[in-house]
């Protein structure tokens, strides 16, 4: 049934399409998603979306008059004490609280979902992906997972490919990383891509076992960087976690639309124009 023009939804109804979007089921064991502060019965005008529930976004969500926000990360997800204005994050539950400001998220269960982090990240690198690290279907039995692996349109240079990379994602202070397999060059052809968005490096193995020409992620470290590429034909590109999980937000932005249009409600959404990346600036070193 469709309801009348100019009508609002509530937290509970944008809680309930997150959820249709993103299946709870899907996250992980150790996740938390859902309602962090908040009224189930407020009613919603203005929602803003962000990667990070920090005092920055908090800030922008409090000084636009946004009753939601959104983000994909948790607030908590370890046991907490103290919720004083002491800490940065009851500071942030405070401002929340006061303005009425509440605050849901979506995180493993966004990565693996069918139109979520990874399907995004696949989709602005030209590959429409099949999934992989499959726990998971969706209601149409579609495998879900939180990477997805594909073929480009042909096999091109790695070097040409970082460049499409460095060109799909948003822009920031990080940048992206590219490793070369030893005894292979910027030059190598890449055809087969597998991607997950975020800290990916779990699946460093699984993209060289997959076949995987090249595996983007982000938030790669020394060691287990350069054992990967000492042992496997797969080269890396390692980006900011924050960037390669942005492109999920025009997404969601888009689905909430359809959805409210659909339903005849009236929505503002807003997605954060903040990098909240912990750097600023980044430099080559050259001592
Ligand atoms: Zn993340």
Redesign the pocket.
């Known amino acids: 049934m469709k309801t009348s023009p100019n009508q609002l939804w509530k937290v509970k109804d944008l809680q309930a399409h997150l959820n249709r979007l993103y299946p709870p089921h899907l996250q992980e064991e150790w996740d938390k998603n859902g309602l962090i502060v908040g009224d189930l019965e407020q009613p919603v005008q203005k929602i803003l979306l962000a990667?990070d529930p920090v005092p920055e976004t908090i800030a922008q969500a409090v000084e636009g008059n946004y009753d939601l926000l959104i983000t994909?990360?948790p607030l908590f997800l370890k046991g907490i004490n103290f919720i004083s204005k002491e800490s940065h994050k009851g500071r942030m539950v405070h401002d929340l609280i006061k303005n009425d400001v509440a605050l849901l998220n979506a995180?493993t269960n966004a990565?693996s979902a069918e139109r979520g982090?990874a399907w995004a990240l696949a989709k602005a690198v030209g590959i429409t992906g099949t999934p992989f690290s499959t726990k998971e279907t969706s209601e149409t039995g579609t495998p879900l997972g939180l990477g997805r692996i594909g073929k480009l349109p042909r096999p091109i240079p790695l070097e040409t490919f970082a460049q499409q990379v460095a060109r799909a994602l948003p822009s920031g202070p990080h940048g992206i990383f590219v490793g070369v397999p030893t005894g292979k060059d910027l030059q190598m052809p890449v055809e087969t891509v597998a991607v997950s968005?975020?800290?990916g490096d779990s699946f460093l193995q699984l993209a060289a076992d997959l076949g995987a020409d090249v595996y983007l992620t982000?938030d790669l470290r020394h060691h287990p960087a350069q054992d990967h590429l000492n042992s496997t034909r797969t080269a890396l590109i390692s980006g900011s976690?924050?960037a390669t999980?942005w492109l999920w937000l025009p997404a969601l932005a888009n689905d909430l639309e359809l959805a409210a249009q659909a339903a005849g409600v009236e929505i503002e959404i807003d997605i954060s124009a903040s990098v909240t990346e912990p750097w600023r600036l980044h430099l080559p070193t050259q001592g």
């Open positions: 990667i994909h990360h995180h990565d982090v968005g975020g800290s982000a976690h924050w999980e």
